[in-house]
């Protein structure tokens, strides 16, 4: 370093002046590190915010119904939809020059699966009036109400209208009404009739049976871990492959494996009938029900449990318990004054972990659970994959998501995220 006499500022090696080039070192060296760490963000934004945001969007996304029946959304806007009248002609006949466009399109299918969603019918009511419209001279073959009626009569109908002009806005909580068994009508907001009512029941059944997995996990777990811990080497690593081997199968084969053990005239009810602890004729049902459900995902989460604790355990050094012993504790006193305290982490870590992930299966239900072992996750498949109501497993999703969030809150807010540790 050397230093003009004039100002005496400090200069590097290059003549510039320290501070500079110090600054110009700092920025470098973090437009390094950005780069390095640039793939992983990117793979983050495209493959967990991208579809975290797009869920988002679909829960309350509906411009269908407006992109495909302009004129008829425009001509509704005056028609009071509590009158208990059916609309005027202009909007007959605008449905009629917008199911005309739609048909030639080919897109008068999509709105009518949509609005099919919220009253059962009118997709079928959409199909036919198209074939019909096809045909139709907009500019001399009205009026349109009386031929629209005389297609369908499902047309005479101020409910079909109501539902329609309901359902038109381009953002709607419908979705998420629907997600709580409620539903968007031209009153506002209602329930839904009782043999639709099973979304709330299927929220309750997947928190609930999500915590009773997890704590069968942690006290199935726990012990396992503290033998890793605490057994010799040899023996801890033996232990340790039988509790990874898990891994090594197809997560299908395994709730399959369950599945043929878990039926009536399955292996633990010959078992059982063989030992005269039940009578053929009273075999145990543990398959399509709850039971089944918890007994398979216990036996599949149980590693995400046991590997979080044995590497928080691995840290506790056994001279503690010794100490304690020494100083008068029983075993019993020894473990729960001293060792299950520190233990507590991992079972935090493990409980976080098991309980996010139980929450989202929907394989293993979908297999061994039935119609009363499924979770809210099989709902939200079946709307994705076979039904095709996206706006409803996004909202179903969203409102997931939040409650894991809730509860993650809590958690934090009771025994503090920053107890959660795998070990160190």
């Given amino acids: 370093m050397i230093s003009t006499p004039s100002d005496k500022i400090l200069l590097s090696a290059d003549g510039r002046p320290l501070k500079q080039s110090l600054s110009r070192s700092l920025r470098q060296q973090k437009i390094r590190a950005l780069l390095l760490i640039a793939p992983l963000l990117i793979f983050i934004f495209v493959a967990f915010i991208m579809p975290i945001v797009s869920m988002l969007s679909r829960s309350v996304e509906n411009d269908l119904v407006s992109q495909t029946l302009p004129q008829t959304v425009q001509a509704l806007q005056s028609w009071d939809a509590l009158s208990g009248e059916l609309p005027s002609e202009p909007v007959y006949a605008a449905f009629a020059l917008d199911i005309q466009n739609a048909a030639k399109a080919k897109v008068h299918t999509k709105v009518g699966l949509r609005l099919n969603y919220e009253k059962s019918g009118i997709a079928s009511l959409f199909k036919k009036t198209a074939r019909k419209a096809k045909k139709w001279d907009i500019q001399n073959d009205g009026p349109f109400k009386d031929k629209l009626i005389k297609v369908h009569k499902g047309w005479g109908e101020v409910e079909v209208w109501q539902t329609l002009k309901t359902h038109s806005p381009r953002y709607t909580s419908g979705y998420f009404l629907n997600a709580i068994d409620m539903r968007k009508t031209a009153e506002g907001a209602d329930f839904q009739p009782e043999d639709k009512t099973i979304l709330i029941k299927l929220f309750q059944r997947t928190l609930i049976m999500s915590l009773i997995i997890t704590f069968s996990c942690i006290l199935l777990g726990y012990p396992v871990a503290w033998l890793l811990a605490n057994l010799p080497m040899r023996q801890a690593n033996l232990l340790m492959i039988l509790v990874l081997l898990p891994f090594w199968t197809s997560l299908l084969v395994r709730t399959s494996a369950w599945k043929v053990m878990l039926q009536q005239q399955g292996v633990i009810n010959d078992i059982l009938v063989q030992l005269s602890l039940v009578s053929d004729e009273a075999r145990l049902i543990m398959i399509n029900n ?25 840290t506790i050094p ?60 099989n709902r939200i498949a079946y709307h994705i994959l076979k039904s095709l109501n996206w706006g409803l497993a996004a909202a179903l999703g969203t409102i997931l998501l939040v409650a894991v969030l809730v509860l993650y809150w809590t958690y934090d807010k009771i025994v503090g995220i920053d107890n959660v540790k795998l070990g160190g």
């Fill in 318 to 377: 056994p001279s503690y318990l010794r100490a304690a012993k020494s100083l008068g504790a029983t075993n019993w006193t020894a473990f729960w004054r001293v060792y299950f305290p520190q233990s507590v982490p991992g079972i935090g870590a493990g409980s976080i972990l098991v309980f996010i992930l139980a929450i989202g299966y929907y394989i293993t239900p979908e297999i061994v659970g039935g119609t009363k072992g499924v979770f809210i996750s």
């Fill in 290 to 314: 709850e039971i089944g459900t918890i007994v398979a995902m216990t036996h599949i989460l149980l590693p995400f449990m046991i590997l979080p604790m044995y590497s928080v355990m691995q």
